[in-house]
């Protein structure tokens, strides 16, 4: 052969005459020939061989020139043969290559051989993905969804691409480069090959699933060109170019990179991309398609494949941490967290490793503080996974943990959330002991570091060391050491001869043994010690230490130790020699080791106590975030609450119990996270036996319900209901062991019995047969004849019977109702009126719940409660007529002359008001909800029961007829009702108050006492009579009115605050039940917002938000009184007042309207607001202003406020609301044309400065032209501050006085004219100069000075007096009309 096949740059290169002895296309055939050339290339390749491509490659050729117009089965053949000439020569290439008699002819037919057909088939793949990719993008789903018919080649193409790069592969491990002289294989193969791989990387679909066959064989054959062929540098550099064009390669490159590094042994190319990637300018990455994203995607990708190989090149990385590109910091720290979690950890690193480990957690710390959000959500997330692989040192867990929880306040909701999962990974893998506070921790600290300070002082010989005498040591041992000397003298066994003798053997004289004597008794080994004494005697007879010991006894015995111990003379000075004193080498190495365990101690306790004081801090804060409005924020928090418990964090079932009223949320999400909390908290009890599991499953939640507040349980029964519903296998277990628990059958606390009657209420509101089968007992247990001892069971009890009647159920059948004959209502009637006489202070709660259950359960319960009050009263008048026991503050009943032994307890008359008004309310309660209810079913039956005895026909017709007459008059379906309704309201208004009723006897006691509180002055007396007097008030209007006004007279000047805020509860009541009489006294309800006392500011907000959001009361200036509360000193009433205005804000431009008037009330010298004060409030309340057209129309009304603002303060409020406003660009044209409103005030700072602050927000971001004119106008403002008004002129105000001008030559002004065009004042003023300053002018100002808006008018706020004249007259009734009346009048 003598011709060579170079491979070309581009197709058509090879028709053209080369060097030479290069081969040239001679043949190109035209498309209609391609398939039969096709065809004999097939059969000379199963004749011949793969060598049949030499003389078929001008075929391959033309299919290449020719490829739109050859169909593609025709191209689907030639690439099947292409790949079966690269296969056949990657089996053939091996054996010939290892033969040693291969000629240069061979040599080069082979070379050209591979040359060819590999160009060949890299050429057509190429063209093929190209049509692929067209025909894809053509092809593509519409809107519809549905896919376009793809080509039928096309489907099959994905295991063609993977055949090609096998037989690719296949080829290139075989070692080919003898083939070509030296083995230098040219570059321009090599990139014929790349270049394929390279396309088809680039395919949209590279990185999915079903591309992974694909993707791993591009991978290997780029993997075998960069070890064997020297890719190396162009890999890298492709690796770059294609990052930036194509983001879906970012995770393919990271696993190519490692596969490349690992299996193929290329560790350079990491190093080359990497350096490549560090090089990037910050300028560069921070324009638009640049890469970034990928680049960042490509480095967290590969750390978290190979992250001890990015080791040596992390310093080219860490430049970007400085960069303007967050994107690329994301990345970088994220690199930090798998290099710490999986290779710098463990206690096993060197000084070097130990280094770097410091500076990338300071790195990470630094960036914890990120300017960019998700640069912070990163970086904790990143510290959220070494937390979890438990590679964070113990060093730094406070640190990082302190700087988390400051993480808590950030702005971001991704950061949050993100510092709430590191926070519950913190405690889940926490070294420290969660279990104790921080308080529990204090003590111990306290303790062992006063220890610590005591060892180092000893050790610095600052306290001297008290020095003990041998014979002091000898007194303190001796009575022990006679016990033992007597009892060794008795007769011994063999084996401890034995043991005696070997013992005896070691020593060699008198004095070593005297020595280990000494030493034995020292160290409190007495047994010892006898026994070598008593036996040293027998092996020295002649020695001095052991001569007293010819006559063995406990005395010669005693005198010999202490002769050794103690010494005598110059015995004891040769002996005292010899004793070894505890070496000084050894005991201090041994308080070394004491003091650095108690250093170790300290610290440990130290660390703890700051964990635990994070860990309180957090769980604060997050327990605040349970009641975010962002959905996934509450989510997080309820899982941290979730986590805390599970490890028994101290003070986590706080964040537990806040989260429980949570299921009544509107938020399905958040609903549904609170109920799978303390579904997996509480009732998925552990147990092997279904017995353990429900008796865990009760002790559960007994522990939530001990302590617990009535809101709590109420959220608890919609959680333990959805449990007994649902059917568990625990129910009947579960029921079984709270009966046990109640009736005291199993031994518990009475907290857990009165849970377990609760749990068996909430348990019958899904079946009511748990405690209606069992009320005898219930009866029994809890009410019988010891329930005076326990009210509070009793009343438990109660509510619990209340579950199962009809107010719970909502039946539509006949009421469900006992015979007042029933055993519990003797229990009920009997409790009630022993406990009226008895000072128990829970008697009153438990009064209260049983009557209610009376009237919600009882036939007649009105008769009841009648007998029930005749008894009680006669109970007290009984105790009157016995003279009983009095009270230290006993009050005379009626006159002053009544007899001494007519008195009665304060409590106890308290007790007795306070059950009139429980009977007076549930007897409204009872006519107007279950007697108005029972007449509307029996109304409901009558009308069904005469529409099945009339025919079809005549029902049909004369429904006709009644539905037009009602319609025409307007009456449809309300006659009936309103019938029933007058009935009730009828007999409320002259039956329940009547002579004959018992109720009325009350009444005027209970007035008697509300107006007298001087003489009536004990304060559970007073609270029960001002309580139970609202309660008769609701009974009717005529008895609201006669006591409405003593009602505010006790609301004003009653000194005890629980009865001030129990009558604002009540008065709001009364507000919604009687509309019209209560609307005249609303202002004195507002007053009550500024009590001294928190509480009844408290009750007040509380009431007033809900009388507002219902619209119970109309929105007034009043509000501005509840803004104040926004910078209450209670955090709770601040957040209360917070709540209020956030709600209101959902109605539609509510805090518009009333924000001018509130500004103006907040404003007013009279108040005294300090302005920082009043910044806050506005800050808040111009935080709900959103609307563009409420922001302008916003500016104009406070602009003309300066009109009639009178002082320099009003001035600077306007001023600063004005730049609390998200002024745009319409609101800075209003307020260029209310210029002459505040002109005249910009020389003062509090104006100037606020208005500056307007221009530097309206700046940002504005296009060039808007600029400009701030610009302008801002110059003007300066202008005005700094020179005056009058000494300044604008453009606008030199046209307007040039046209006037003119107008005035034209025509002459009037003497008076006072229809004057808008901005004339300021241009007349200005234009006298020096006669600005005269009177009438200064008179004119200041009568528009005294203008005065209907927003601003108020009324004087005075306490309310008991006079006739001051209670208001004039009402504004509250419409309850219907709309077609409403038209008639």
Avoid at 671 to 686: E, G, H, I, M, T
Wanted: glycine letters at 6%.
């Amino acid at each position: 052969m003598s011709w060579d096949f170079i491979v070309p740059v581009c197709v058509g290169d090879l028709v053209k005459t080369g060097g030479i002895n290069q081969y040239v296309v001679q043949d190109v055939v035209s498309p209609k020939q391609i398939p039969q050339s096709i065809s004999r290339f097939k059969a000379e390749l199963r004749s011949k061989g793969s060598m049949c491509i030499l003389q078929h490659f001008d075929t391959g050729y033309s299919l290449l020139q020719h490829s739109k117009s050859v169909d593609l089965g025709v191209k689907e053949d030639a690439l099947e043969l292409l790949i079966q000439v690269v296969t056949g020569l990657a089996g053939s290439l091996p054996a010939l290559l290892m033969s040693t008699t291969m000629s240069a002819a061979e040599r080069k037919e082979n070379l050209n051989a591979v040359k060819m057909s590999v160009y060949l088939l890299c050429k057509l793949t190429e063209q093929l993905e190209s049509d692929s990719y067209r025909q894809s993008i053509v092809t593509a789903p519409g809107k519809g969804g549905k896919k376009g018919n793809t080509g039928q080649g096309m489907h099959q193409w994905d295991s063609e691409r993977e055949a090609v790069l096998q037989a690719l592969v296949q080829l290139f491990q075989v070692d080919i480069r003898s083939l070509w002289n030296l083995s230098l294989v040219e570059e321009e193969f090599i990139s014929c090959v790349t270049c394929c791989c390279y396309k088809l990387l680039e395919n949209p679909t590279i990185s999915y699933v079903k591309s992974k066959p694909t993707r791993d064989g591009i991978i290997h054959l780029l993997g075998v060109m960069i070890k064997k062929y020297n890719h190396l540098l162009g890999a890298s550099v492709k690796v770059i170019q294609l990052l930036q064009h194509f983001e879906q390669l970012s995770s393919v490159f990271a696993q190519a990179v490692s596969v490349w590094s690992t299996e193929y042994g290329v560790r350079a190319v990491i190093g080359e991309v990497i350096r490549e990637i560090g090089l990037k300018s910050s300028e560069e990455l921070a324009r638009e398609g640049s890469g970034v994203k990928a680049f960042a995607a490509f480095l967290s990708e590969l750390g978290s494949l190979v992250p001890e190989l990015l080791i040596p090149y992390i310093s080219m990385l860490i430049t970007h941490l400085e960069g303007a590109s967050h994107t690329m910091r994301m990345a970088v720290c994220e690199v930090l967290g798998e290099l710490l979690v999986h290779i710098l950890c463990g206690d096993g690193l060197d000084d070097a490793g130990k280094a770097d480990r410091d500076r990338f957690f300071d790195t990470l710390q630094e960036h914890l503080h990120d300017t960019n959000s998700h640069v912070r959500a990163r970086v904790i997330q990143v510290f959220t996974r070494i937390v979890n692989g438990k590679a964070l040192p113990l060093c730094r867990y406070s640190e990082v943990m302190k700087l988390t929880v400051g993480r808590l306040m950030d702005k971001s909701v991704n950061v949050v959330k993100s510092a709430i999962q590191l926070l519950a990974a913190f405690i889940a893998h926490n070294p420290y002991s969660c279990k104790l506070s921080s308080e529990d921790l204090k003590k111990p600290l306290e303790k062992e570091t006063a220890k610590l300070k005591e060892m180092k002082e000893r050790r610095d010989g600052k306290v001297p060391v008290a020095v003990i005498k041998a014979s002091e040591l000898w007194a303190a041992m001796e009575p022990e050491l006679l016990v033992t000397v007597r009892a060794e003298l008795e007769p011994k066994g063999e084996s401890e001869g034995e043991e005696e003798e070997e013992e005896e053997q070691e020593e060699e004289d008198d004095r070593a043994t005297g020595v280990k004597i000494a030493q034995y008794l020292r160290d409190n080994k007495y047994r010892n010690a006898v026994r070598l004494c008593v036996k040293a005697h027998s092996r020295f007879p002649e020695s001095d230490i052991f001569s007293r010991l010819s006559t063995l006894s406990s005395e010669t015995l005693m005198d010999t130790l202490a002769f050794i111990f103690k010494g005598s003379g110059e015995d004891s000075a040769d002996v005292s020699q010899n004793l070894p004193p505890t070496p000084q080498k050894e005991e201090k190495e041994g308080d070394e080791s004491e003091l650095q365990k108690q250093e170790m101690l300290v610290q440990y306790l130290t660390d703890t106590e700051a964990f635990a004081l994070q860990v309180e801090k957090a769980i604060a804060v997050i327990n605040t975030m349970l009641y975010w409005k962002t959905t996934s924020v509450v989510q997080e928090a309820v899982q941290f609450c979730v986590t805390v418990c599970e490890f028994s964090v101290a003070n986590s079932i706080s964040g537990v119990r806040k989260m429980l009223p949570l299921v009544w949320s509107t938020d399905a999400a958040v609903k549904d996270a609170v109920v799978q909390a303390y579904r997996r908290l509480y009732l998925n009890p552990q147990g092997d036996t279904v017995r353990m599991k429900a008796q865990n499953l009760v002790d559960n939640l007994s522990e939530l319900m001990v302590d617990a507040s009535l809101g709590t349980i109420q959220c608890l029964e919609e959680i333990v209901q959805e449990f007994f519903g649902s059917g568990s296998s625990l129910q009947s277990t579960v029921i079984q062991v709270l009966w046990e628990r109640f009736t005291g059958k199993r031994e518990t606390s009475i907290l857990h019995r009165r849970a377990a009657v609760l749990l068996l209420g909430m348990a019958a509101r899904s079946k009511r047969e748990v405690v209606l089968g069992n009320l005898d007992t219930l009866c029994s247990v809890a009410l019988g004849e010891k329930v005076t001892e326990d009210f509070l069971f009793a009343r438990d009890t109660v509510i619990t019977i209340c579950s199962i009647t009809d107010h719970v159920r909502q039946s539509k059948d006949a009421p469900f109702r006992l015979p007042q004959e029933h055993q519990l209502f003797t229990c009920l009637f009997n409790a009630i009126a022993e406990g009226v006489v008895m000072e128990d202070p829970y008697w009153q709660s438990f009064m209260e719940q049983a009557v209610r259950l009376i009237y919600f359960l009882s036939e007649s319960p009105d008769q009841l409660c009648s007998r029930l009050l005749q008894r009680c009263a006669r109970q007290l008048l009984d105790q009157i007529a016995e003279g009983g026991e009095t009270n230290k503050n006993p009050i005379q009943d009626g006159s002053q002359d009544s007899e001494p032994g007519e008195h009665v307890s304060c409590v106890c008359l308290a007790q007795l008001l306070g059950l009139c008004g429980a009977v007076a309310f549930w007897q409204v309660s009872h006519l107007e909800r279950s007697v108005s209810a029972e007449l509307r079913r029996r109304r409901g039956e009558t009308e069904e029961r005469e529409e099945k005895e009339k025919g079809p026909t005549s029902k049909s017709k004369q429904a006709a007829n009644e539905s037009a007459m009602e319609e025409e008059l307007g009456l449809m379906g309300a006659s009936a009702e309103d019938t029933e309704a007058e009935l009730i309201r009828k007999i409320c208004e002259t039956e329940l108050l009547a002579e004959e009723n018992l109720l009325c006897a009350f009444l005027p006691l209970l007035v008697k006492v509300c107006s007298s509180p001087g003489r009536y002055s004990h304060p559970q007396l007073t609270t029960a009579a001002c309580l139970a007097l609202s309660q008769y008030m609701m009974i009717s209007p005529s008895a609201c009115e006669e006591n409405l006004r003593l009602m505010f007279t006790v609301l004003e000047r009653s000194s005890l605050p629980v009865v001030r805020a129990n009558a604002i509860i009540a008065l709001g009541d009364l507000t919604v039940r009687f509309p019209n009489i209560l609307e005249p006294w609303t202002q004195n309800l507002y007053a009550r917002l500024g009590d001294e006392e928190p509480s009844v500011r408290q009750t007040a907000v509380t009431v007033l938000t809900q009388l507002v959001l219902k619209d119970v009361l109309k929105v007034k200036g009043q509000i501005s009184e509840v803004a104040l509360l926004l910078i209450d000193p209670e955090p709770h009433i601040a957040s209360l007042a917070l709540n209020f205005f956030n709600e209101l804000s959902t109605k539609d431009n509510a805090i518009y309207n009333l924000l001018p008037d509130i500004i103006s009330r907040l404003s007013d010298p009279e108040r005294g607001m300090k302005s920082d004060d009043f910044n806050t409030i506005m800050t808040q309340l111009f935080s709900y202003i959103t609307k563009e057209r409420q922001t302008e129309s916003l500016v104009e009304k406070l602009c003309q406020r300066f009109r009639t603002a009178k002082t320099e303060r009003q001035w600077c409020d306007l001023a600063v609301s004005l730049s609390l406003l998200s002024m745009c660009e319409r609101g800075f044209k209003r307020l260029q044309e209310c210029w002459e409103c505040y002109s005249d005030k910009l020389t003062e700072p509090g104006v100037y400065q606020p208005l500056l602050n307007i221009m530097a927000k309206l700046r940002r971001g504005a296009k060039v032209q808007f600029k400009a004119q701030v610009e302008e106008f801002e110059k003007r403002l300066t202008a005005v501050h700094t020179k005056g008004l009058e000494n300044v002129e604008s453009p606008e105000m030199e046209e307007e006085n040039q046209k006037a001008e003119k107008t005035a030559l034209r025509t002459p002004l009037p003497t008076r004219g006072r229809s004057k065009a808008k901005g004339q004042t300021k241009a007349s003023v200005s234009g006298q100069e020096g006669d600005s300053f005269v009177t009438p002018r200064k008179s004119r100002r200041t009568k528009k000075a005294q203008i005065t808006f209907s927003s601003d008018e108020e009324e004087d706020e005075e306490d309310a007096v008991m006079a006739e004249s001051e209670t208001p007259k004039v009402t504004t009734p509250i419409a309850r009309t219907s709309r077609r009346a409403r038209l008639r009048n």
